[in-house]
């Protein structure tokens, strides 16, 4: 039951109260608070060593900025809704759910990646696959089901804010000047190559129901589910105050209380409660930690700047194998674009082989990018 070097902040109030009142060697209680009954006997205590206005300087200045951004944006984004009405269609939101990949990592399920779920004054719009894309990038850390469902609200809005600039844009500014004319005719150029690929090149690409079970029925220990951990996350501002959080944990402070008293994230009124994790390989340093972490396990600091976490492990369950129906979309989607990229690479060769392609090696060496320690050479 040996606690080191917490602050008289850290405490609840009734265990503060004693303990200051105690002189070094002395026991007190028991008292009661809402964790149960506790004695306790202070051995020492140590005069305050509070942090200097250049320990803080970064963490504050990032922390102030971070602030004035928000608001700025969310003043300009409720100038811009007067202008040009955003209308939801949450019911088709709703219908986006994340859903497990074979390696672990989180993706959404849509039903119609055309269908609309935002319209943005008259002209603009924001569909489902375009969603789904944002969620995607967002999700790449993310491997709670729960706080990736939580996040949907969140990417909505800067989707919703992006758009509305465009519309913006387009009132303010003239869209016939050289410069953008070049700009839309490389953009067209993209678009009928897309199109291209697709009416000429994917549509020759059948992938059978026949062939995406038996892939599953020859690979099922790479749809093996990963265990998953139930996790305890504490967020603070600066590096030090996570250091002395995850020091308390390791001591056996209690993460949930920890989290209600210094949390900043929004799983600070559930105690830090962040709920399940899948424990397989990811891409961040957590997920990493995640695929050897027990019980009782501490993870962290982890973050930067004005972010820092802290992580307690307080279950972990294995799960099986992931069910050929969730997965079958996933594997047709993948054999389907093996065979399209083989199909782009003949195409490709077949058009090489009819053509004559001329390359000015001379002008490719004279190009400089700006920026670079080239462009002074």
């Known amino acids: 039951g040996r606690v080191s070097g917490v602050a008289r902040a850290d405490l609840l109030r009734e265990i503060a109260e004693l303990a200051f009142a105690l002189s070094p060697g002395e026991l007190g209680g028991p008292v009661r608070t809402d964790l149960g009954w506790s004695i306790l006997r202070v051995d020492g205590f140590a005069e305050p060593a509070p942090e200097s206005f250049e320990q803080v300087r970064g963490p504050l200045a990032n922390l102030i900025r971070a602030r004035k951004s928000g608001r700025l944006r969310a003043e300009l984004a409720e100038r811009l809704r007067r202008d040009h009405p955003v209308r939801l269609d949450d019911e088709r939101i709703a219908s986006i759910r994340p859903g497990r990949l074979p390696d672990g990592r989180l993706a959404p399920n849509v039903p119609d990646r055309s269908a609309v779920v935002v319209k943005i ?14 969620l995607l ?74 062939e995406v079970r038996a892939y599953y029925d020859d690979n099922l220990e790479r749809f093996a589910r990963p265990p998953r951990v139930h996790l305890r996350q504490i967020t603070v501002t600066t590096a030090e105050e996570a250091e002395r959080i995850a020091k308390l944990l390791r001591e056996g402070a209690d993460p949930a209380w920890l989290a209600r ?52 492990v307080t279950a972990r369950e294995p799960q099986g194998t992931i069910a050929f129906e969730e997965v079958a979309a996933t594997i047709r989607a993948g054999l389907q674009g093996e065979r399209i990229e083989a199909a782009r690479v003949a195409v490709v060769q077949k058009l090489r082989d009819r053509s004559e392609i001329v390359v000015d090696s001379t002008l490719l060496r004279s190009l400089r990018i700006s920026g670079s320690d080239t462009a002074e050479r």
């Open 261 to 312: 008293q210094h949390s900043v994230d929004r799983f600070r009124d559930r105690g830090g409660d962040r709920g399940w994790a899948a424990a397989g390989p990811g891409p961040d340093a957590l997920s990493a930690q995640l695929v050897s972490a027990s019980p009782g396990d501490v993870i962290g600091p982890l973050g930067a700047l004005n972010d820092h976490k802290v992580y307690k």
């Open 121 to 134: 004054g008259e002209r603009h719009s924001i569909t489902a696959g375009q969603l789904a894309d944002a």
């Open 137 to 210: 990038l967002r999700w790449s850390g993310v491997r709670s089901e729960e706080a990736a469902a939580a996040s949907v609200p969140m990417v909505v809005e800067r989707l919703v804010e992006e758009g509305l600039m465009v519309a913006e844009a387009e009132k303010t500014y003239k869209t016939g000047t050289p410069e953008i004319e070049a700009q839309v005719r490389a953009y067209e150029t993209r678009l009928l190559a897309q199109r291209y690929r697709q009416e000429l090149v994917a549509a020759a690409v059948v992938v059978t129901d026949e």
